[in-house]
């Protein structure tokens, strides 16, 4: 089961749909495909040794012990139940979990909500009406909506998450 790493003030909250059965099991979300660990340390969101973000021990004691304390980072995911990929979602399914989300971001106040991946922000908005990048506030966090870090060119997701970086920094 994932523990979810929360903290007031983040500088950056990612927001995830449902976790993979594999980083369920681990307890570190993205741990089954470890990409978007290796884009966070790319864009300098966080800066651990790869063969650290690779050993899955390692890489749990990193988000653990690190992803609030040191990055100032946090992490949750729309919906909490495990699949193998969005396909096994039921329609409705993310409703309380956008209400916990939405509480999540009215009571901690990161500086940036990041949602990974359009199926993310949509589900949360309830509307395909939006394009990557920076979209409306909520209660004063910044919210930007990254391509998911597993399809595609690795650059587009590294630049996407300077951007966030950048921001939430100036903030």
């Not at 927001?15 to 884009?39: A, D, E, Q």
């Not at 340390?41 to 899955?56: P, Q, T």
Request: glycine fraction near 6%.
């Amino acid at each position: 089961m994932i523990k979810y790493v929360l903290a007031r003030n983040a500088e950056i909250l990612f927001v995830g749909i449902n976790p993979h059965y594999g980083s369920y099991r681990r307890g570190v979300p993205f741990s089954n495909n470890k990409t978007f660990w290796y884009l966070l340390n790319r864009a300098g969101i966080i800066d651990e040794e790869m063969d650290s973000l690779r050993a899955d021990e390692s890489l749990k004691r990193i988000y653990q012990n690190k992803f609030r304390q040191i990055y100032k980072l946090s992490f949750t995911n729309i919906i909490t139940r495990p699949s193998r990929d969005v396909s096994q979602l039921k329609r409705g399914e993310e409703k309380s979990g956008n209400k916990r989300v939405l509480k999540l971001v009215l009571k901690l106040k990161p500086k940036v909500v990041c949602f990974i991946g359009k199926i993310t922000y949509s589900k949360f908005v309830g509307n395909n009406d939006f394009d990557f990048g920076w979209q409306r506030n909520i209660n004063g966090s910044k919210v930007y909506v990254i391509h998911f870090p597993i399809r595609g060119l690795a650059q587009v997701r590294i630049k996407e998450l300077k951007k966030v970086k950048r921001v939430a920094i100036d903030a």
